[in-house]
């Protein structure tokens, strides 16, 4: 069975610093990873898709695959206050229905004004 | 306004006792899942339906049982409650079931459920 870490378990960056999260996974059974976060209370918002290796950015947000290091990052251009939350990583297993996937524990993110 | 709608928010339970979950989602969706979030875990996959009928299902427990009366509709009845039930619900929809790079997966809130 597949095995998502994430780390650092929380990080606080100031308003406008580059944030750098990491994620890792137990083998290359999978074929997409995603980023999502979730502001406290609310369902889960998705923020980037990627299935090839390399780089996948959408507005502040890049995704940066590597799966023969078996690791997938996140970085948040200019992060805001408003960016706060818990940003978890998710893969999908080849040959798995579209959207079952397995969820990292998460790092809890503080952007400090 | 939310378009995957659950209720309750929070709900507290006895053991032994039974519960539905409820989730309606008015995104136009063909696909409805349950993930469960336990306190120190990560998000777990629960099952998923596609045109109302089961895909996967990767809950152990027959305890656990989805009801599809509409196919914008998937809820969750929870019999002989435990205290390790005691978790976060969260159900998610998809235009399909099967994985495209556009094929998001949109969560609802949640229902938090306590069982003392």
């Known amino acids: 069975q597949q095995k998502v870490q994430q780390s650092p378990e929380s990080l606080t960056v100031s308003e406008g610093a580059m944030a750098s999260l990491n994620c890792t996974f137990s083998?290359?059974?999978?074929?997409?990873f995603r980023w999502y976060r979730q502001h406290s209370g609310k369902g889960l918002e998705m923020l980037v898709s990627?299935?090839?290796?390399g780089e996948k950015e959408e507005g502040r947000f890049t995704a940066h695959l590597n799966r023969a290091s078996l690791h997938v990052s996140l970085h948040i251009r200019e992060p805001q206050p408003s960016d706060s939350a818990v940003y978890l990583c998710?893969?999908?297993?080849?040959?798995?229905?579209?959207?079952?996937?397995?969820f990292g524990t998460g790092t809890l993110l503080s952007v400090k004004p | 306004d939310p378009k995957i709608i659950q209720k309750p928010k929070y709900l507290v339970a006895v053991t032994g006792s039974e519960k539905i979950l409820i989730c309606e989602q008015y995104?136009?969706?063909?696909?409805m899942y349950w993930y469960r979030q336990s306190a120190k875990k990560p998000l777990e996959f629960m099952f998923s339906?596609?045109?109302?009928?089961?895909?996967d299902n990767q809950t152990a427990s027959s305890r656990f049982q989805p009801q599809s009366s509409k196919k914008n509709h998937l809820d969750l009845q929870i019999t002989a409650l435990k205290p390790d039930d005691s978790a976060t619900y969260f159900c998610?929809?998809?235009?399909?079931?099967?994985?495209?790079?556009?094929?998001?997966?949109?969560f609802g809130a949640g229902t938090r459920l306590s069982v003392l």
């Open positions: 998610a929809s998809s235009q399909d079931i099967w994985g495209g790079s556009q094929n998001t997966l949109y």
């Open positions: 083998d290359g059974t999978s074929d997409n």
């Open positions: 990627i299935f090839s290796d």
């Open positions: 998710a893969v999908r297993n080849y040959g798995g229905s579209g959207n079952k996937l397995i």
């Open positions: 995104l136009g969706h063909n696909a």
């Open positions: 339906y596609s045109y109302q009928k089961l895909m």
